[in-house]
């Protein structure tokens, strides 16, 4: 059986394209001999078979082998479809984690370092006549604390918030054929004060005597199209769509904007022409959606909003990083927003492209967040940047993300109390993703010991168990004010680091909670435990009324959507059966009223 054959990449779509996911040949390179020995060459037996996109650590790639391996290769033929001959042909990678290369029949076509991030190269030069080979070596270091690994533990045996790694292959490969002309970018940067939509197009290969036309459609009704000719590769243009339209600017509280109660998309369709032919034809779309901080509280579209997340890692039993199906993704979102929650922090992952598909389509907040190195040092530095420039190049457009956060609890930056240096760190990522984008807000260390940040994000598991009545009490006094936040340390840590201090930003609880509740056979552990149902529900009221009778608290992250391996901490369990009845958590979620406007 096939797994994952949805179009990857639902911002820039072609119907030009061919999927190579499913059976590879596989092999471990223990010794580190593959490059010696040529394996990239055809006449090379690998010894195994597995089922891309899934790591070898998985169920589902056939191997189910957790065990360290830090080179591995893998081969397989195909032919290139009619349809595509005479045209450039694109091999495309979801990710691949960490370093790996890329050879097409026997021949070094490129390489790429970073685990999360999707990657290409025009392979047309090296295509040959009839069937055509793919081989790809990876290396990904077990025990090296400096690359982002995120929740991928170092040990072999993974234990407390550490889980099984995943190496190689996680995200869908796939050919995409293009003219040598073709639409290479394209974002989208929505203003909805002036209710104008910048798109910036980049175009590859000689513009000359061509034009682009753009197609905008809001639920089937076109709002605009417009026809440019190209001077130059790189071109950018606004176009207005409230048009002076009152109930389209969202001053009646529906409008066109997006958010998670209207998900509001405008559908695009843009052409590259030249007269009367098209050489490239792209749909995509975008949403029209804005969000700042003022007055000490988080506003999506020029109102207060309260953020009901919930923490989502983003593995599944079979599949650890990679979701088993497409709907799989699309079911994480619907069972949140069952729950009551407006949206989630992707905590130590970037997502597949196609989960923030569907959180744009169904309306559901999105933190997005990168693996982090335990360790640090200038290598650490250079390769967290590395990635942030390519999660902020493929998911700029995407509606649904309203927040980045490159650091969690110090983690990469462990003396960032006492290191100048690791400070400088936080504060560069901060102001560098500001520089890449405006659009969003930016966390500098989820959790405690910020530097200069937009959100004062606080982690406190301190609750207790039920009968710890005094260290509840202590607990909910410690989210009541502004002061009593500030000035506590759950995790014996500042909630800003020396030199940096509260600057009126809002304040948000972004982890806590927790409650582990073993269903069936499993084993595991949470932050307090319960062990039915009813006092489930009863110990998550509890929680969440410290939260919702804070005067200070804008906004929550509970910990956590689902269990992951040793964690039994979620309000799912690993394979996504509810712990209690759903609708019982979203009642607690919508039983206190939150004033939100101070």
Same mark, same amino acid.
């Given at each position: 059986?096939?797994?994952?054959?949805?179009?990857?990449?639902?911002? *820039?779509?072609?119907?030009?394209?061919?999927?190579?996911?499913?059976?590879?040949?596989?092999?471990?390179?223990?010794?580190?001999?593959?490059?010696? !020995?040529?394996?990239? !060459?055809?006449?090379?037996?690998?010894?195994?078979?597995?089922?891309?996109?899934?790591?070898?650590?998985?169920?589902?790639?056939?191997?189910?082998? #957790?065990?360290?391996?830090?080179?591995?290769?893998?081969?397989?033929?195909?032919?290139?479809?009619?349809?595509?001959?005479?045209?450039?042909?694109?091999?495309?990678?979801?990710?691949?984690?960490?370093?790996?290369?890329?050879?097409?029949?026997?021949?070094?076509?490129?390489?790429?370092?970073?685990?999360?991030?999707?990657?290409?190269?025009?392979? @047309?030069?090296?295509?040959?006549?009839? @069937?055509?080979?793919?081989?790809? %070596?990876?290396?990904? #270091?077990?025990?090296?604390?400096?690359?982002?690994?995120?929740?991928?533990?170092?040990?072999?045996?993974?234990?407390?918030?550490?889980?099984?790694?995943?190496?190689?292959?996680?995200?869908?490969?796939? *050919? !995409?054929?293009?003219?040598?002309?073709?639409?290479?970018?394209?974002?989208?940067?929505?203003?909805?004060?002036?209710?104008?939509?910048?798109?910036?197009?980049?175009?590859?290969? !000689?513009?000359?005597?061509?034009?682009?036309?753009?197609?905008?459609?809001?639920?089937?009704? $076109?709002?605009?199209?417009?026809?440019?000719?190209?001077? /130059?590769?790189?071109?950018?243009?606004?176009?207005?769509?409230?048009?002076?339209?009152?109930?389209?600017?969202?001053?009646?509280?529906?409008?066109?904007?997006?958010?998670?109660?209207?998900?509001?998309?405008?559908?695009?369709?843009?052409?590259?022409? /030249?007269?009367?032919?098209?050489?490239?034809?792209?749909?995509?779309?975008?949403?029209?959606?804005?969000? $700042?901080?003022?007055?000490?509280?988080?506003?999506?579209?020029?109102?207060?909003?309260?953020?009901?997340?919930?923490?989502?890692?983003?593995?599944?039993? /079979?599949?650890?990083?990679?979701?088993?199906?497409?709907?799989?993704?699309?079911?994480?979102?619907?069972?949140?927003?069952?729950?009551?929650?407006?949206?989630?922090?992707?905590?130590?992952?970037?997502?597949?492209?196609?989960?923030?598909?569907?959180?744009?389509?169904?309306?559901?907040?999105?933190?997005?967040?990168?693996?982090?190195?335990?360790?640090?040092?200038?290598?650490?530095?250079?390769?967290?940047?590395?990635?942030?420039?390519?999660?902020?190049?493929?998911?700029?457009?995407?509606?649904?993300?309203?927040?980045?956060?490159?650091?969690?609890?110090?983690?990469?930056?462990?003396?960032?109390?006492?290191?100048?240096?690791?400070?400088?760190?936080?504060?560069?990522?901060?102001?560098?993703?500001?520089?890449?984008?405006?659009? %969003?807000?930016?966390?500098?260390?989820?959790?405690?010991?910020? @530097?200069?940040?937009?959100?004062?994000?606080?982690?406190?598991?301190?609750?207790?168990?039920?009968?710890?009545?005094?260290?509840?009490?202590?607990?909910?006094?410690?989210?009541?004010?502004?002061?009593?936040?500030?000035?506590?340390?759950?995790?014996?840590? %500042?909630?800003?680091?020396?030199?940096?201090?509260?600057?009126? /930003?809002?304040?948000?609880? @972004?982890?806590?909670?927790?409650?582990?509740?073993?269903?069936?056979?499993?084993?595991?552990?949470?932050?307090?435990?319960?062990?039915?149902?009813?006092?489930?529900?009863?110990?998550?009221?509890?929680?969440?009324?410290?939260?919702?009778?804070?005067?200070?608290?804008?906004?929550?992250?509970?910990?956590?959507?689902?269990?992951?391996?040793?964690?039994?901490?979620?309000?799912?369990?690993?394979?996504?059966?509810?712990?209690?009845?759903?609708?019982?958590?979203?009642?607690?979620?919508?039983?206190?009223?939150?004033?939100?406007?101070?």
């Amino acid at each position: 059986m096939t797994f994952r054959q949805e179009y990857p990449r639902p911002q *820039l779509i072609r119907n030009d394209w061919l999927n190579l996911n499913g059976e590879w040949d596989f092999d471990f390179d223990d010794q580190n001999s593959g490059l010696e !020995e040529k394996w990239f !060459e055809n006449e090379r037996k690998y010894k195994q078979k597995i089922n891309v996109p899934f790591a070898y650590q998985t169920k589902l790639s056939g191997i189910n082998d #957790p065990t360290f391996h830090d080179w591995v290769w893998y081969r397989r033929e195909f032919d290139i479809p009619d349809s595509m001959v005479g045209k450039q042909i694109l091999l495309h990678f979801g990710a691949v984690d960490y370093r790996s290369m890329v050879f097409i029949n026997g021949n070094l076509v490129g390489s790429h370092e970073g685990g999360h991030t999707a990657f290409s190269f025009d392979i @047309t030069n090296y295509l040959i006549e009839g @069937t055509q080979s793919v081989v790809v %070596r990876v290396e990904d #270091p077990s025990t090296d604390e400096t690359i982002p690994r995120g929740k991928q533990y170092w040990i072999e045996k993974s234990a407390a918030i550490w889980y099984t790694r995943t190496t190689g292959i996680w995200q869908t490969v796939w *050919l !995409e054929a293009v003219n040598k002309t073709h639409i290479k970018k394209v974002r989208f940067t929505p203003d909805i004060d002036n209710g104008d939509i910048t798109i910036d197009f980049e175009i590859a290969g !000689e513009y000359v005597n061509k034009k682009v036309e753009i197609d905008i459609t809001f639920k089937d009704e $076109h709002v605009a199209n417009e026809t440019i000719k190209i001077h /130059e590769n790189y071109l950018k243009r606004s176009i207005n769509l409230y048009n002076l339209k009152i109930f389209r600017t969202g001053f009646h509280h529906v409008g066109w904007n997006w958010s998670p109660e209207n998900p509001n998309l405008f559908d695009v369709k843009i052409r590259l022409l /030249e007269d009367d032919s098209v050489l490239d034809e792209i749909t995509s779309y975008f949403g029209m959606r804005k969000v $700042h901080t003022e007055n000490g509280m988080v506003y999506l579209n020029n109102r207060p909003y309260y953020q009901k997340l919930v923490l989502d890692q983003g593995y599944w039993p /079979e599949g650890l990083l990679t979701a088993p199906t497409d709907q799989a993704l699309k079911q994480d979102i619907e069972l949140a927003k069952e729950m009551g929650f407006n949206g989630c922090r992707k905590h130590q992952k970037v997502e597949d492209p196609r989960f923030l598909h569907w959180a744009d389509k169904l309306g559901f907040l999105v933190w997005g967040e990168c693996a982090a190195s335990p360790s640090y040092n200038e290598d650490a530095v250079a390769r967290l940047t590395k990635e942030w420039f390519e999660i902020i190049e493929r998911d700029y457009n995407h509606p649904c993300i309203v927040t980045w956060v490159p650091i969690n609890e110090s983690w990469g930056v462990p003396a960032i109390s006492n290191d100048d240096q690791q400070k400088h760190h936080s504060l560069a990522m901060y102001h560098l993703i500001h520089s890449l984008d405006k659009t %969003r807000l930016v966390i500098s260390n989820d959790g405690w010991e910020l @530097t200069k940040t937009d959100i004062c994000a606080i982690h406190n598991y301190n609750h207790g168990h039920k009968d710890e009545v005094d260290k509840y009490n202590e607990y909910r006094s410690s989210l009541s004010t502004t002061e009593n936040l500030l000035h506590s340390k759950p995790a014996g840590r %500042r909630i800003y680091t020396k030199g940096f201090s509260h600057c009126g /930003e809002p304040i948000l609880l @972004t982890e806590f909670g927790g409650i582990g509740y073993k269903v069936g056979d499993e084993s595991g552990w949470g932050y307090t435990s319960v062990t039915n149902a009813e006092d489930y529900l009863a110990d998550y009221e509890r929680v969440m009324k410290a939260v919702y009778t804070s005067n200070s608290l804008h906004g929550y992250c509970y910990t956590q959507l689902t269990d992951v391996e040793q964690e039994i901490n979620g309000l799912l369990t690993y394979d996504r059966k509810p712990k209690c009845d759903l609708e019982k958590i979203r009642k607690i979620n919508d039983m206190w009223h939150v004033n939100i406007v101070k």
